[in-house]
């Protein structure tokens, strides 16, 4: 009997002791395949396998994104301040250098509307020869951010805080084409165009040119509205490009004469900077300008991607590896002298939607771009700018996303303010300064939120007692100090304090009651001070070598526990003699 009772033991332990015992990794590798799809999901599986490319579906997917890209690449550039050439150029690299790399499969990068308004103040105050400069460092930086992981890093910062920023930038992108859209010019920054509205509608009514200008604006963008709501396949088209055709039908119309594109050589846009352009890394205002846009360009590229991933369910954006993707095509368009390049909603759409499925589309559009340029660039000549602006219009309205703001304001009002603080600080000011004082807020909201503290007190016939739960931290300190300044008022001679349902107590809240704790002893008041944290236990004894029982009798049950569980009320008892008037009436107790 008691052999059978100890194989029986003797077995259980060993099934514990291969239960805990380390892992063999050989085994793991090789078992791994049959629980996930990831790529270290077994030897020989090492690369994630993408799914067979259709060519020709591949091709069809990457027409309709140079069709989307072509007008947004010109628009983005003339609303940049620089020539339309430079936009195309940024287009193509988009296409053939962040196309080709890995990260995202199928997220399409390009000049971003988003950067237009950025640009054209750094175009105003530094010029375009500088303008290289800057993308080229943001294009170092994004890939030494890449390289150190720190892809994953922009996740981390608030929603509130990114739609902010988007609706910072969307609207004044919005205003400032108001003007290209009525062939006048923009007065200069934010404030200005917004206070010069009334007088560009009065200017525009009294000009028959600039209604024509305005009108195909206004049909432009009505039409991206409504183009999804197109019968059968007439919507593949995109919107844009239908405005873009209309433009330029109403512009060939004699008579009318309204401003349109002045395209030069693409290959002589091309400035490649030099000593004297790097030489201006000195100014703070560079260097300043460098890691804005390298803070928004990754950003932006990366919010995409996690938009875009969740309109497939094909491979997933690998986060680093986009941002070194980002930062080489950012290098290169620098080393041109082109725009600045993020990842871009439209196309990236259009490309999901377009039914592709591998990086061939988004490689293929830029070459489409290029042949473009290179063979036609006369058609490109025949756009109205107008129309261009009332793209960037549509383009703007959907980054401001006015629909976002009430419903922040229903789910979470604290973010609510984060989101409209955000907007507005960028439109005062500019896109990094808005930002950091967004950050700002979502921390400061976030600080308040975390540092909850729940207050008890009651008062007993000789004993005042405060019971403090959550979070304490320095925000919660007036309300701490009342609770214990009320204590100390109530006149009894016990005080007695409960921070063990404290989970965090900072230093400023810890000095404070230390320091009230002792100056009421001082004052001859007994103080119960109970702090939070478990109780510091001794070490328990080391186990004994016990021979293996010969009886089955024997109970081998854990003794009685000689150490206070974790219900236990450890406080700090104060050996003050009680006042006279209340010693009857504490005989027995503490």
Known sequence: MSGAHATRTRGARARDTRAFAPRDRTTDTAKAPTA?????????????????????????ASLVVFLVALPLCIGVAVASGVPAELGIISGVIGGLVMGAMRGSTLQVSGPAAGLAALVA????????????????????????????????????????????????????????????????????????????IPGLLTDTFADPQALIAAGLAAVTVVLSFLWKKAPGPVKKIPAALVAVGIGIGIAAIPGVEIRTLQVGNLLASVTVPGPEQFAGLADAGIITA???????????????????????????????????????????????????????????????QAGAKTRISRTLHGLWLLAFALLLP???ALIPISVLAGVLVHSGWKLFAPEE?????????????VM????????????????????????????????????RQHLEEDTAKVVMAGNATFLRLPQVIEALESAAES???????????????????????????????????????????PAK??????????????????????????????????????????????????????
Not at 427 to 452: D, F, K, N
Not at 564 to 587: H, I, K, Q, R, V
Request: charged residues 15%; proline residues 9%.
């Open 36 to 60: 996930g799809k990831g790529p270290s999901a077994g030897k020989g599986q090492g690369k994630e396998k993408g799914p067979k490319p259709d060519l020709a579906t591949e091709i069809t």
């Open 121 to 196: 103040e750094t175009v105003l105050e530094y010029g375009v020869a500088m303008l290289g400069v800057i993308v080229l460092f943001s294009g170092l930086l994004q890939m030494v951010l890449g390289v150190v992981r720190l892809g994953r890093f922009f996740q981390a910062i608030s929603l509130a805080v990114v739609q902010g920023m988007l609706a910072g930038i969307g609207l004044p992108l919005m205003f400032s084409q108001a003007y290209p859209a009525m062939d006048a010019k923009a007065p200069g920054s934010p404030i200005e165009n917004m206070a010069g």
């Open 290 to 352: 460098v890691l804005t846009f390298t803070v928004i360009a990754s950003a932006e590229s990366l919010f995409t991607a996690a938009a875009v991933d969740r309109m497939h369910d094909g491979a997933r954006t690998r986060y680093n590896p986009e941002l070194i993707a980002q930062g080489a095509g950012n290098t290169v368009a620098g080393l041109l002298g082109a725009l600045p390049i993020t990842a871009v909603v439209a196309r990236s759409s259009a490309n999901v």
């Open 378 to 380: 006369q058609v490109l």
């Open 405 to 417: 703001f009430p419903k922040m304001w229903r789910q979470d009002r604290g973010e609510f303010a």
């Open 420 to 455: 409209t603080v955000t907007t507005l600080v960028i439109v005062a000011t500019a896109l990094l300064e808005g930002v950091l004082i967004g950050l700002a807020a979502g921390i400061v909201l976030a600080a308040i939120r975390m540092s909850q503290t729940v207050i």
């Open 491 to 533: 006149g009894r001679p016990r005080i007695r304090l409960d921070l063990t349902g404290v989970t965090h107590l900072d230093h400023a809240c810890r000095s404070q009651v230390e320091q009230f704790t002792a100056q009421q002893r001082a004052k001859g008041l007994r103080v119960e001070l109970l702090m939070p944290g």
């Open 537 to 590: 236990q001794p070490p328990p004894p080391a186990p004994e070598e016990t021979p293996w029982p010969s009886d089955p009798k024997t109970d081998w049950s854990p003794p009685p526990a000689t150490t206070p569980g974790p219900t236990a009320e450890w406080f700090y008892l104060d050996t003050t003699p009680m006042p006279e008037e209340y010693t009857p009436g504490y005989s027995g107790r503490l």
